[in-house]
């Protein structure tokens, strides 16, 4: 398989634009992650989804992302309008069913917004 | 609510060394409990997990990992550290039906 796939690997932006983010989780994991990782506040998790369905979105930081998940197969972060404190990593994860949450980490977005 | 806990955000060791990262938990259930390795400019890969089999886990690269539920403890071990073993590691705690919350991370430094 060739992992969670992640795209754009490297993103800058002026500030104001939008951003967006893509995921393709690994075929078949039924659970998908949204982190962002920063020096300041580590690795935490914006969202996730189970079988598409949001799940829990309480780490999303404010209106201005959002997530959708419209396929097993497909999931976008996006930020509208994108702010220099959004630059950071910004992680997509997968798990499969009955798979004891072992997650499995595409290679990040790296995001500068100027 | 689960939270984690690692003791020291950078810690330095002589190659050859023993190797000891500190992780401590906060779980209302059985958890699982995980190391995740990260090199340079990389995603988060698995190095262990625990799922309440053997409380030793052993993981790849000569890691293991005790789970001591009296402590709230799982920490990371390696007898010997490798210039490689130079990374990121981050503990996590979740199980099947919630999330699954990381530390804030140890960066791993090998002196020579």
């Known amino acids: 398989d060739a992992g969670v796939i992640q795209s754009p690997r490297h993103e800058v932006t002026e500030m104001g634009q939008e951003v967006t983010l893509r995921c393709k989780p690994i075929?078949?994991?039924?659970?998908l992650f949204w982190y962002r990782q920063t020096m300041m506040r580590g690795l935490e998790l914006l969202i996730y989804?189970?079988?598409?369905?949001?799940?829990?979105d309480s780490g999303m930081p404010e209106d201005r992302f959002s997530a959708k998940m419209p396929n097993a197969s497909f999931s976008t972060l996006k930020i509208q309008p994108s702010e220099p404190r959004d630059s950071a990593v910004y992680f997509c994860?997968?798990?499969?069913?009955?798979?004891?949450?072992?997650?499995?980490f595409g290679e990040g977005s790296w995001l500068t917004v100027v | 609510a689960q939270s984690v806990t690692q003791l020291g955000s950078h810690v330095s060791v002589s190659e050859g060394a023993l190797v000891l990262l500190r992780c401590n938990y906060s779980?209302?259930?059985?958890?699982?409990l995980f190391w995740y390795v990260q090199y340079p400019n990389q995603g988060l890969q698995l190095l262990l997990k625990?799922?309440?089999?053997?409380?030793l886990v052993k993981g790849i690269n000569g890691f293991e990992a005790e789970f001591k539920k009296s402590e709230t403890s799982f920490h990371l071990t390696k007898p010997s550290a490798h210039m490689s073993d130079a990374a990121e590691y981050f503990c996590?705690?979740?199980?099947?039906?919630?999330?699954?919350?990381f530390g804030k991370g140890t960066r791993l430094h090998i002196l020579p």
């Open positions: 996590a705690v979740g199980n099947r039906d919630d999330k699954i919350i």
């Open positions: 625990y799922t309440s089999a053997a409380t």
């Open positions: 989804f189970n079988n598409n369905v949001p799940i829990d």
């Open positions: 779980s209302s259930v059985p958890p699982y």
């Open positions: 075929s078949g994991h039924d659970y």
């Open positions: 994860a997968s798990i499969p069913p009955l798979g004891g949450n072992t997650i499995y």
